[in-house]
């Protein structure tokens, strides 16, 4: 079960019980209403801070038990550093240290200040979405819960200067954070539950917001010619499916953007079969897929004025009697032919057709696809950026602006000929894998030739959607990457 915070937001005031939280910059000032509560209690934050070792530095926590000259049960002061140089990223990551500290309490008040200033409401509902994502944890399949883990949601009053207007922001950011949860639930289920048609079915539940979702099955698949991706799927006993969502919350005849995602629910490697060591973690091989579909439902949740199609592909990669063999040659969607030299290079191949099938049916003002697609982009980039691959600069270089205001960070790789080259194959049009060296490049290469002349981006999120570093906003194992940047990304460049 999630126990997400509950969050309220009010006039900023002195607590008078209970949890609360604080802030105090780098020289341990804090903001007037904090400085209220603490000025009856005889220099309470300089005495314990001594004792304590602390110096306001950025997310770092003094936490007072029972403090003398207070009615409160607990003050938790948390560092701000310079607070001159908080960005959003850092009030949200600020969100999370505080839901970390507040713990297993049932409620709590944040005094949401800063010395001399105050706290924009973007940056308040930022917090709040920090808060929320800290909050997350994937239990559900748990009998006995930790001891320490709560019983109940915490009920979290943020006090602001403004609380009008952070209630405002928060009405948006709330339901973009929805679509990080959906995302990061997609990506911890196991896939002996999260099947193609229960990825499907999840989707489908979209409709709520106001999303049209279609359903093609492998029929539809086939009718369209699309045997790239049917043949990843032939070896599983799990249908494969084509999920195509849209959200028309722009002008009626304006041009969509769209978002393709890969969703492999599981990645034995098919007949080229992964080693044993870790096969567990391909549960998480549709995080590209669980990013589109939470996206969608940030964006139908905040009713984003553009009109957006999200594509994403669902296979499972089994090695069966009937599963697709190293050598074969299939024709995908676009008449391309593609000589498959190994069938753990497989979700280029699901990502061809739906790539196609998007650009074909929406013609699109752009298209970014995401996928985790290769382990070679651990190798270059490690878990802190994805991948980023390009045909167009204004596009990507948005994209990466936006990476730099969410956190979620990304880093270009480049395109040329001499990678494309790599490719080619006497015996097709194309092999799906151009080797060892170069991986993450040529996989890149593959997908640009089915995306035509559409601004295109492709993202690869390998090392960022699943088994993703520990933040203070997320210590699960899913992240949820992908939701906020692409978000981001809509809101500033693509509403009207």
């Known amino acids: ?37 603490l000025g009856g209690a005889g220099g309470l934050l300089a005495r314990a801070a001594e004792t304590a070792g602390f110096s306001g530095k950025a997310r770092t926590v003094l936490d007072l038990i029972a403090p003398a000259g207070l009615d409160l049960d607990r003050l938790i002061v948390i560092g701000l550093g310079d607070a001159s140089q908080i960005s959003e990223a850092d009030w949200m990551a600020l969100g999370g240290v505080a839901m970390g500290a507040i713990g297993s309490a049932k409620a709590a008040t944040v005094c949401l200040e800063i010395p ?16 929320k994502l800290r909050g997350y944890s994937f239990d559900r399949y748990k009998s006995r819960k930790d001891d320490d883990a709560p019983a109940v949601s915490a009920a979290v009053e943020i006090g602001t200067s403004d ?18 949860v959906l995302a990061r639930d997609l990506v911890n289920e196991p896939a002996n539950v999260l099947t193609t048609l229960e ?83 391909m549960k998480g091989d ?3 897929a669980a990013a589109v579909t939470g996206l969608m439902h940030a964006l139908a949740a905040r009713k984003a004025k553009v009109n957006v199609v999200g594509v994403i592909g ?17 024709t995908a969607m676009s008449g391309a032919t593609i000589e498959v030299i190994n069938t753990d290079a497989e979700g280029r191949l699901v990502l061809a057709d739906a790539l196609w099938y ?6 699109p003002a752009f298209m970014i696809n995401l996928a985790t697609l290769t382990g070679a982009v651990l190798v270059a980039l490690g878990s802190h950026h994805a991948g980023v691959f390009s045909n167009d600069d204004t596009l990507v270089g948005r994209l990466a602006e936006a990476g730099t205001a969410t956190d979620e960070k990304v880093w270009r790789l480049p395109l040329s000929k001499d990678y494309d080259k790599l490719i080619d194959t006497p015996n097709a049009d194309m092999k799906n894998t151009g080797g ?47 939701v906020r940047l692409l978000d981001r990304l809509v809101r500033e460049h693509y509403e009207g």
Do not use: C
């Open 436 to 482: 060892r060296m170069a991986g993450s490049i040529t996989a890149a290469q593959f997908l640009q030739r089915f995306v035509n002349d559409v601004p295109w981006v492709h993202i690869d999120v390998a090392g960022t959607a699943m088994a993703s570093p520990k933040t203070e906003t997320s210590k699960g194992w899913a992240s949820g990457y992908g």
């Open 1 to 37: 079960m999630v126990l997400l915070p509950k969050l309220s937001f009010s006039k900023l005031s002195v607590p008078g019980k209970g949890v609360a939280v604080v802030f105090a910059n780098d020289k341990l000032a804090a903001g007037a209403v904090t400085s209220d509560l």
């Open 286 to 288: 549709m995080g590209g």
């Open 314 to 330: 669902l296979v499972e990669n089994m090695p069966d009697g009937k599963a697709q063999r190293p050598g074969d040659i299939v």
């Open 163 to 180: 609380a009008k207007a952070a209630k405002k922001a928060w009405a948006e950011a709330d339901g973009v954070s929805d679509g990080v």
């Open 358 to 363: 998007t650009q074909d049916r929406f013609k």
């Open 199 to 281: 990825f499907a079915k999840r989707a489908q539940a979209l409709a709520d917001l106001g999303v049209e979702v279609e359903v093609l099955d492998e029929k539809a698949m086939k009718k369209l010619k699309m045997n790239a991706l049917l043949g990843v799927a032939q070896g599983s006993e799990s249908p494969p499916r084509l999920v195509v969502m849209r959200w028309n919350g722009g002008k009626k005849d304006a041009q969509p953007v769209a978002f393709v995602g890969k969703g492999v629910v599981f990645d034995t490697g098919g007949i080229s079969i992964k080693p044993a060591a870790s096969m567990e973690d």
């Open 116 to 131: 001399g200033g105050e706290v924009p409401a973007e940056m308040a509902a930022a917090f709040a979405m920090g808060m």
